[in-house]
C-alpha cells in the first residue's frame, strides 16, 4: 500500500510541473482532469451495479450553471462558479434521482439517457435562454478579486484543478471505506440482504446518485472556464458514453481509476489528432482494444498489480 501511495505522490508530482516541462499538455490536462470527475461519479454508480448512459446531462448543467452566473449575475469568481455549480448539479441529481434510482439494470440506464437527451434538447431549442446550438460565451472569470490575462488563469484553473483532484480522491478513498461506502457496492453483491439489515437501498443510491451528479457538475464548471464556450453537445449521448467508457478503462477498483482514463484517453486523442489527423479514430480504438483485451481491470488494476509485485519482490528481498 506504501509502495502504491508513492506512485501515485511521483503521478502528482509529474503533473504539477507540466506547465513548465510541456505547456502544450496544460490544456489537454485540465480537461482530462474535468471529465475525471465526472468518470468518478460514474464509478461509484457501476460500484452500485448501474450504469448511467446520460451522466453528461449533470456534467452540461455544471457548465451551463457557471455560464449563466457570469452573464446574468456579473459574479465572476472562479471558486464561486466552482462551488455554484457543485451545488445546483448536487440538487438537481437528488430530484432527478429520486425517480430514477427505484429502478435497475437496462431500466436504469434508458432511463438515464431519456432524461438526458431531453435536457439535451432543451439546450438546443431554447434560443433566449441558452443559446441554442450556439450555445453561450464564457468571459474569463476573476480569481479571489484578482483579474487575470487567460494565460495566467489557465495555470491557475490547472493547479486549481488539480488540488481538487487529490481532494476529491483523498475524501474518495474515505467515503468507499465508510459504512454507506460499503452499502453501494452491498447493492451490487445482494441487495435483498441489505433491504433485510434494515438500509434503504433507495436512500443508499440517492445519495450516490446526488453525490456523482455534484461530481459531474463540477468538471463541467472547470471545463466551461477552461474553454471559455459551452453548448448544448456537453449533454449528448456520446458524451456520456465517454465517461462510461473512462470509468470501465482507468478501473472502478479505486478512486484513481476514473481520473487515470481520462487522462490516458485525451492524452492519446491527441497525440493521434497530431499523428494521424485522418486515422485518429483507428489509433484510438486499437489502443482502447488493447486495453480492454489485456488490463480486465482497467489501468488502475495494473497500477496495483505493479505496486503488489514490487512490495512483494521487497519482502522477499528482507526475508532472504
Keep these: 500500500m506504501k509502495i502504491l501511495y508513492a506512485l501515485f505522490v511521483a503521478a502528482f508530482a509529474a503533473l504539477a510541473i ?29 460500484r452500485a451495479g448501474l450504469i448511467s448512459i446520460g451522466h453528461a446531462m449533470f456534467y452540461a448543467a455544471g457548465a451551463y450553471t457557471a455560464a449563466f452566473i457570469v452573464l446574468r449575475s456579473g459574479i465572476s469568481d472562479l471558486f464561486v462558479l466552482l462551488i455554484a455549480s457543485t451545488l445546483v448539479t448536487a440538487v438537481i441529481g437528488a430530484l432527478v434521482g429520486a425517480y430514477l434510482v427505484r429502478y435497475r439494470a437496462i431500466f436504469f440506464a434508458m432511463l438515464n439517457l431519456a432524461v438526458s437527451m431531453v435536457f439535451f434538447a432543451l439546450l438546443s431549442k431554447l434560443y433566449g435562454i441558452t443559446g441554442g446550438t450556439d450555445g453561450l460565451r464564457v468571459p474569463v472569470p476573476t480569481v479571489l478579486g484578482m483579474t487575470l490575462t487567460k494565460a495566467g488563469f489557465d495555470i491557475v484553473l490547472f493547479y486549481v484543478a488539480l488540488a481538487l483532484m487529490a481532494i476529491i480522491a483523498g475524501l474518495g478513498v474515505q467515503f468507499l471505506k465508510s459504512p454507506l461506502g460499503h452499502a453501494v457496492g452491498a447493492i451490487h453483491t445482494n441487495e435483498v440482504r441489505l433491504e433485510y439489515l434494515g438500509v434503504s437501498a433507495w436512500s443508499v443510491l440517492l445519495i450516490a446518485y446526488t453525490i456523482s451528479a455534484a461530481l459531474a457538475g ?3 464548471a472547470i471545463a466551461a472556464v477552461s474553454i471559455g464556450h459551452v453548448l448544448p453537445e456537453y449533454a449528448y449521448w456520446t458524451e456520456s458514453g465517454h465517461l462510461v467508457l473512462t470509468a470501465v478503462l482507468g478501473g472502478i477498483g479505486g478512486v484513481a481509476g476514473p481520473f487515470i482514463g481520462s487522462i490516458f484517453l485525451e492524452i492519446v486523442h491527441t497525440v493521434a489528432v497530431g499523428v494521424a489527423h485522418n486515422a485518429w479514430n483507428l489509433i484510438m480504438g486499437a489502443t482502447l482494444l488493447l486495453v480492454i483485451f489485456f488490463l480486465p481491470q482497467g489501468l488502475y488494476g495494473l497500477v496495483t498489480k505493479s505496486a503488489d509485485k514490487t512490495s512483494s519482490a521487497k519482502l522477499r528481498e528482507n526475508k532472504s
Design 218 to 220: 463540477l468538471g463541467g
Design 18 to 46: 507540466v506547465p513548465f516541462a510541456a505547456p502544450w499538455l496544460q490544456f489537454v490536462l485540465t480537461i482530462a482532469i474535468a471529465k475525471g470527475f465526472a468518470a468518478v461519479g460514474v464509478a461509484l454508480l457501476l
